[in-house]
């Protein structure tokens, strides 16, 4: 993913009004991230428990999405996978995460969901850069680049679902 600033950003959402893209918070480490191994810029909002962001780059120019989850704590012997990279945590170390549907769907309070890393950090998970707890990586057959073009093509099914 290329670097983005905060004007990007802002005007990137496509399922919030512009006034709430105006509001949320941005990563306060925005200029240090690893925008090489990213295949999305995700992070959550310390201000407001349960709320997350992601921007991304598609056919050419960036969307970002709100999503919301539960804050719901689930013991630590529970384990769930990521639906983007595929990767297993204990707790509540996957979440539930939905996105208001874009236009008309959107305002009417139709939603979609997706079980997606909770530090949304899947991007460093699938490239080594971010070791998750023991056993959180299967061994895999595919190479690293097809793993990121699968994590990609996760995320893309996800986002035309948004549009539907």
Known sequence: M???NEQDIRTSFVNCS???ARRLPLPRDLEEQPWDDLDFLGWRDLSA???SYIVTERDGELIGVTLRFPS???GFLHRSMCSLCLT????NGVSLMTARKTGAAGREGNSVGLYICT?????LYVRGRKIAAPGARFKESLTVAEQVERTRSNLDAFLDK???
Request: aromatic content about 4%.
């Open 119 to 123: 530090d949304l950090a899947c991007s």
């Open 49 to 51: 428990p349960g709320r």
């Open 2 to 4: 290329k670097a983005v």
């Open 18 to 20: 512009k006034g709430e």
């Open 88 to 91: 297993t945590h204990p707790g």
């Open 72 to 74: 719901q704590q689930r």
């Open 162 to 164: 948004l549009f539907d």
